[in-house]
């Protein structure tokens, strides 16, 4: 007899959805077509078959890459990072108007697309790098729109913060930021951070804070990709504000020298629930995040493999309570406890 298909839902806390369409056809940039598997891992298809029900769906935006759909000049190019970012919230309201996605602003639609295995899947907006908010003043246009959580920086740092590949603190208008969005109730993402942005936010803010795509750096201490990955304190102290943390499948940010296998996942997943705990650690794929299947883990190379890092979980000795939390449950809760999302619900 055939295994029925697992469609218990899952929720991927960070897919590049937005900028990914507009690198593969900035035209008509859509992920409704089933693209090459040997060249993509996720359109809005293999997210069906995978059962992907919600996800953290990025505004993404690069500064030094002006001719790129998604970039923009430097950090004091502020209109033009805005334009990158807003061509990009305007995509994900153009596929909802589409019935093509759903954006989730609210507690209640996050649960109504984890609960239900029909119609478009969920998308929690996050902007990954700040730059397109020109002024801290200018926050509430965004969260009116449906931001619910921003990472500060992506890896060139930004006007506000230090970045994985640029080192420092928060700037003066990083501060007066972090305070913006305390005010507006939005969540902290604290991938792609300097050591000292990280250090900064953590002690100047009061919202809720999480990694959605970031790994073990005990496990990749070394090299120019290390400060990519959360230090022991940091992970400590993220998870006891109540924070979550998502496995990325990136294999560069799994293993050095080889191709990273199921085996890695496991490992990183295991090293992070050892400050997070196994109920706080989540997936944070990073699937599209501008790489091919190729540089996925071995046995993991679309969302229709994720079920196999349960199994993964459950050889390592994980419960059926911590491989749901895994599964969706970790990112579920965090979510719900974001105000921003509250409020929505509240209001809706």
Partial sequence: MTPRPDTRPWLDAHLDLACMALERDPDAPSLVAEADPARAAITLPSLARGSVRCCLGTIFTAAHEPEDPCGYGDHEDRDGAHRA?????????????????????????????????DGPPGVVL???????????????????????????????????SGGNQRA???????????????????????????????DDLLALSVGPIASTHSNARRLLPDGPRAIRHLRAEHARAIAARGGVAGINLYGRFLAEGRRATLADVVEHACVLAEDFGRDGIGLGSDADGGFTPAELPVEVQSPEDYPRILEGLAEAGWTTEERASFRGGAWRSFLRSIPAMRDASLSG
């Fill in 126 to 160: 996050l902007m990954e790098c700040a730059d397109p908010i020109r002024t801290p003043e200018e926050l509430p246009e965004w969260v009116a729109r449906g931001v619910r959580m921003v990472g500060l920086s992506w890896g060139h740092g930004s006007r506000y």
């Fill in 85 to 117: 970012g807003l061509r990009q919230l305007e995509l994900y309201e153009a596929w909802e108007r589409a019935g093509l996605i759903r954006i989730v602003r609210g507690a209640r639609e996050l649960e109504a697309c984890l609960e239900s295995p």
């Fill in 168 to 198: 420092g603190g928060l700037t003066p208008e990083g501060r007066d930021l972090v305070a913006a969005l305390d005010d507006a109730g939005v969540a902290h993402d604290a991938s792609h951070l300097s050591d000292e942005s990280l």
